[in-house]
């Protein structure tokens, strides 16, 4: 019954324990039985990869200590800094009404099947091992349109979920684009009047990226039924309207006239249709371009680009009280690549969005027809098509080429909760509408940002408070029990797990995580019902963190009082109400 | 171009448009258009599923509206639940010093390998769609440790994760035991001095039980050291050791009659041998037990066994510091079934944990062989052995019959950083050692015991603080400003999504998410610069939540000191110092 897993597992455990035998500096029968003991494991695990046992037979084979590709560990210093962007966005969502919702990492197949579009083949599959069919979600829209479907479609609610997404894409790591990723979704279900919850969506997406300084943003806004009325004013073929819509969506890491061609070589569209479209996709603006587009006769006479256009209006209007105009752009080259929008889309960008060298407002400045393109950024994936099917695709990416894309996006799916009502119930069925809306927040192309910017302003990485240290004998139990008052009073507190530690150590250990109250017991004081406390505090110099040294050799306070005089500290508060030391 | 979900969609989209239209009572060829599209669309996915198309060709079928089996949505009062349990572990995490840590939901398949003894079957797998052979993670425990091997196995480091571990078993959803569910690890690695993270990671666990207030609950302690000398000293032969201690494990929820079955007739032992077994194993206490054990000459000239026994003592000697001890059990039967432990094992179980009308207490009290068993539960599990690979479990579990088993356990893992950094550097290469030791507590299972208290309190489901509203006209642009000020200052609001609602209207939806302070505004307050604000209380009456009635009509307040009113008030400040309302 033994395996090769357990014995090297009982092996393992010998050698640890020959170790601590050694370090007593035990002798005599006791060590000899356990090298004894380690003999026959060891033996007994050469016969089985000798080839006797069904376990055995194969070589031992090296493996390879990574991670799956598109993905990463994030370390403690890293995710200090990702839990801050956490709170905060966690923070917005409570504070517009939001209420968290949890769904399961994946879901059966058929609930994602038909959703994606063009990039369903991203989707991660669970091996069939029996039972259903699964697959790791690439989204949090899909399970809460599932969700909501499954608990009476009728609900209104404003629901927010954080976790991780799957898409098995060609990653991007130093920009944040990996195949498991973490979005924050907020979603707002159920029949209200007309672009409230959108511009409460917006609005919240504007107050969720000032608080998170990733610097200056903007927010593209643009809207399906506008899009789909140019598309059916210009001629496009019913059966092109979404592939052609994903080649417009193109226009933020292309020029025009590469989306051009993959519109009329690529999708077989007649161009001078395609020009017509690069016409009005060109255009973004604010409430002005709205008024342009009112004034145009052909448009309006559409009616899904003229209920389009009035939702704008409307909007902006309410924009206007959010306070949040001057963040928007209607940018009519919007598409996005999702199937389920009905409503308005948004997408929020910020510098560092685009590939290095490409900025949209230069797609459309030359195009190769008429003169050489100011240094466009060449399309930074090749052509996925020609690899054939089921083989991984490994082709390198140059990073240096690359934007973080955008940061947010979202847009209003007025219909997807009723597909899964519809295929609930079956053919013919009458089945429950909810029209949705919400966004998506993509956190690590959020940290990519935020990051460099924490590590240049030298943050802590723990919030450690206070460090107990004792001079002379070690004094372990005085110290453990000193370090669990502070704790039950809620003082972060640390200490070394040593029996007998020298000061020094100490000192070092408690400054290698920064800690502000270096708090020092010592025999006399303990008799006299005293403790030294010293504040520690550091600085940036030169990119560098270093300890700010001075000749202060703390303050003597009585132990009855240490927990009061912590928590009175300017430190301390500053530390409490939220404030980053 | 166009597929059935395409096209699903775009219908679903026109039939939007259509309604919304008719909401407007538009009318004339606008109207028209729309639908003449929408049979356009129609037609054509009637002609797809006809079987010409590729797509096509298969009858639309019904989809489940499920979740995966053993998985399962949290909703927004669950998660509000779920949100405070996991706050308060993290407090506790970072309180003791520890660092966050996160790993990728999947691993490389190899790094799970050999790691989990006899449930290596329940590992879920990716699917091969090219590329690495990936699985989900069974723990965080593995993950760690490769990560660990992976960044120089030199550290010393209190590394935290939350997050969520996936086991193919069979689900007792109501008991919190799923296939997909959360844990919170807290491990400490390094090399200390003996039995100081030992007794950290047990006090911790004290700690974050203490304060989840899930009732009584008790630490069970064992060593794997004392148990192998045990096995040792009866003559369980080498090979049979791990498969002799998983079902020794079992004593929690199978009376010894069964265990010793299973050990002589399943798994060959001789039944004198399990005899022996049986009679160290029935025994738990405190110190005294130790001392027993200390006395115990056989045991003690076991190598493994004294020093376990040693290590044990100065283990309650610090718990003692702590002020823990009479939350421990040391407990000779516990045996954890997994692989990788190699010195101390803990286990903590509340009153919900062991089958209804099975205690541990009376597992030895009376066996088959002497007297009829008082009442003991029967194993809850049917024998897995007997399906065919590959095939979903699919039995009936009686979920009255089950517990919820322990709620946290963990243990000392010193061999598997080893392991790692071993297979990593090939055969006969030194590898670097780390000692580890952590636990993982089961926050599902927290969960099922604290979510019913949750409920009969009538704890808030969400934490919005205030509703504004409008008499008379709607006032929607005013509304929207005044909510943007109170958010801005941190107070979490809301508003109803209408233009013109009616007053009663929106005090009931304030009132469904029992939202403290009511804020109305009307035409001639806002000229006047006021607000009203009515404060709202709730009581639990007969299990039932209901807002106490009375007479105030609210207090009208300047605008301008709205915020500073609010975060005056002691229901604000008793929400803002974490009291929860």
Redesign the interface.
């Known amino acids: 019954?033994?395996?090769?897993?357990?014995l090297?597992?009982?092996i393992?455990?010998q050698?640890?324990?020959l170790?601590?035998?050694r370090k007593q500096q035990?002798e005599g029968p006791?060590?000899e039985?356990?090298k004894k003991?380690l003999g026959?494991?060891k033996r007994?695990l050469g016969q089985m990869s000798g080839g006797s046992s069904r376990e055995g037979g194969k070589k031992?084979e090296?493996?390879?200590?990574?991670?799956?590709?598109g993905?990463?560990?994030?370390?403690?210093?890293e995710?200090?800094c990702?839990?801050h962007i956490e709170r905060i966005v966690k923070d917005c969502f409570?504070?517009?009404?939001?209420?968290?919702?949890?769904?399961?990492?994946?879901?059966?197949k058929?609930?994602l099947?038909?959703?994606y579009?063009e990039d369903a083949k991203l989707i991660?599959?669970?091996?069939?091992?029996?039972?259903?069919e699964?697959a790791?979600r690439y989204d949090h829209t899909v399970p809460l349109a599932?969700?909501l479907?499954?608990?009476g479609a009728t609900t209104q609610?404003?629901?927010w979920q954080v976790g991780?997404v799957y898409r098995?894409d060609n990653p991007v790591m130093s920009k944040g684009r990996m195949r498991?990723f973490t979005q924050a979704d907020f979603d707002?279900a159920?029949v209200?009047?007309t672009m409230?919850?959108d511009?409460?969506i917006v609005?919240l997406l504007c107050?969720i990226l000032t608080r998170l300084e990733v610097g200056e943003f903007t927010i593209k806004i643009n809207h399906?039924?506008i899009l789909?009325g140019i598309f059916e004013v210009c001629g496009v073929p019913?059966?092109?309207?979404?592939?052609i819509s994903s080649a417009v969506d193109k226009l933020d890491k292309m020029p025009w006239a590469d989306v051009k061609k993959e519109m009329t070589e690529e999708?077989g569209l007649d161009g001078a249709v395609a020009d017509k479209i690069g016409e009005y996709v060109k255009h973004k603006g604010g409430p002005a371009l709205l008024e342009q587009l009112s004034a145009d006769a052909t448009l309006m006479a559409?009616?899904?680009a003229?209920?389009g256009i009035e939702e704008m209006g409307i909007l902006f209007q309410?924009l206007e009280?959010?306070?949040v105009v001057d963040k928007i752009s209607f940018d009519m080259s919007l598409a996005r690549g999702l199937?389920?929008y009905?409503g308005i889309i948004y997408e929020a960008i910020t510098e560092a969005s685009a590939p290095p060298g490409f900025t949209a407002a230069n797609a459309f400045a030359a195009t190769p027809e008429t003169a050489p393109a100011p240094a466009p950024a060449p399309p930074a994936k090749k052509d996925k098509k020609k690899k054939p099917a089921?083989?991984?695709?490994?082709e390198e990416i140059d990073e240096s080429k690359v934007g973080v894309g955008s940061i947010a996006a979202g847009g209003r799916y007025?219909?997807?909760v009723?597909?899964?009502t519809a295929?609930?119930?079956?053919?013919g069925k009458k089945a429950a509408?909810l029209?949705c809306i919400g966004v998506s927040i993509g956190m690590d192309r959020i940290f990519a940002i935020v990051w460099p910017r924490w590590v240049e302003r030298g943050m802590r990485?723990?919030?450690?408070m206070a460090y107990v240290m004792a001079a002379g004998d070690g004094l372990?139990?005085e110290r453990?029990?000193l370090v669990?008052e502070l704790?039950?009073a809620?003082?972060?507190?640390?200490f070394m797990?040593?029996?007998k530690p020298k000061l020094p150590a100490q000192f070092t250990a408690g400054e290698r995580?920064e800690v502000p109250f270096a708090i020092i017991l010592g025999e006399e004081e303990i008799k006299a019902g005293l403790v030294t406390v010293k504040e520690q505090r550091w600085e940036v110099v030169g990119g560098e963190k270093r300890k700010i040294e001075n000749e202060d050799k703390g303050v003597k306070i009585a132990r009855s009082q240490l927990i009061d005089w912590i928590k009175g500290t300017p430190t301390y508060q500053g530390w409490s109400t939220g404030k980053l030391i």
Chains 1, 2 share one sequence.
Do not use: W
């Open positions: 019954m033994a395996t090769v897993e357990s090297t597992a009982q393992a455990e050698s640890a324990l170790n601590e035998l035990a006791e060590v039985e356990v003991r026959d494991l007994t031992k090296r493996i390879l200590l990574k991670t799956p590709k993905t990463r560990d994030y370390s403690p210093a995710m200090h990702r839990e409570t504070t517009y009404g939001g209420s968290c919702l949890d769904t399961p990492v994946f879901e059966r058929e609930i099947a038909g959703k579009g991660f599959d669970l091996k069939d091992q029996g039972g259903e699964l790791l599932r969700y479907a499954m608990n609610a404003k629901l991780k098995r498991e707002i159920g209200y009047d409230i919850p511009a409460e609005g107050t399906r039924k789909d019913l059966d092109k309207i979404r592939t999708k559409n009616a899904s003229k209920l309410y009280a959010y306070g199937d389920y009905t089921g083989e991984e695709e490994d007025d219909g997807l009723g597909m899964f295929a609930a119930a079956g053919e509408q029209p990485s723990k919030d450690t372990l139990t453990l029990r669990q704790r039950a809620g003082i972060k507190t640390d797990f040593k029996r995580d």
